[in-house]
Every structure is written in C-alpha cells, then in structure tokens.
C-alpha cells in the first residue's frame, strides 16, 4: 500500500538482508500496544468487547468489499472485449451483488447484536463507514498496480 501512495512509503521499506517489512511491523505493534492500552485504561473487557467490535467491523469490512468486487467485475467487463458470456460478466456477479447486500443490510439492522452493545455498533460502524469514505476519496491519488514495480524488478 505506500508502494501505491496509500500509506506513508517508509512502511515499505523492508529489511536488506532478510526481506522483512521491519517498520510496517513495528507499526503495527505500536498500534496493537496503544490499543490495547486504551481498552485495560478503559476497563473494557480485551475478549467480550475488543474482540467482538473488531471482529464484527472486520466482518462487515470483508462483506461491503465482496460487494464492491462483485460490482467492480460488471465494470471491469463492460470495457473489456466482449468474449466472454453474459453469465459470467453480468448476471453471476449481479446476483452476488444481490445476495450480499442483502446480508450488508441485514448486518448493519442486526449490528448491535453482531458487537455487543449499541454504543459499539455506532462506534464500529461509524469507524467502517468513515474507512470506505477515506479510501474512495484516496483511490484516484494512488499509483495504478500495473504500473508499480514487481519485486522481481526492483
């Protein structure tokens, strides 16, 4: 991702000699650490609270891409060359977008449960909500992929 420009480009950077992604995991203990800290802070419970919210905002996460996928793909062959049949470009991945915001819907009514506690479902869903806000307005000022270099390149 700061190959992209998403993320800051020293989270890049990885180790000479052993190829390991030295800072973005130093990073990413941080963050797991300060967290930790704000929820024993907090006297939250780390499992029945922690584990829940995240584990349902990564819930929802994956759920609203796969529906952003399957629409990607009605997209991605609307400007490709036309050989492949109307199944596969567009009936397939409609009816997966169909079915999956379904499910999105009913997450999000049924998200209180999902995380626990009212508060935490306005927490949880706000944060999901603002991620894929921040992440539309960021896409068009990263690097396309196709034209990042591979590591067999570099």
Not at 10 to 28: C, D
Not at 52 to 81: C, E, K, P, Q
């Amino acid at each position: 991702m700061s190959r992209a420009g998403a993320l800051p480009g020293a989270l890049g950077v990885v180790h000479p000699l052993h190829r390991a992604p030295s800072a973005s995991s130093a990073v990413a203990s941080a963050v797991a650490f300060v967290t930790t800290l704000v929820v024993a802070v907090l006297g939250l419970d780390p499992i029945g609270d922690l584990c829940a919210w995240f584990s349902g905002a990564a819930t929802l996460g994956v759920v609203l891409l796969m529906a952003a996928t399957s629409l990607a793909v009605i997209g991605f062959f609307r400007r490709a060359d036309g050989r492949q049949s109307v199944w596969r470009t567009v009936v397939a991945p409609g009816v997966a977008f169909l079915g999956l915001a379904c499910v999105v819907c009913m997450m999000v009514a049924n998200f209180p449960l999902l995380v626990g506690t009212v508060t935490g479902a306005w927490v949880i869903g706000g944060l999901v909500a603002l991620s894929a806000v921040a992440g539309a307005v960021r896409a068009p000022f990263c690097e396309r992929a196709d034209r990042l270099p591979t590591s067999d390149s570099e």
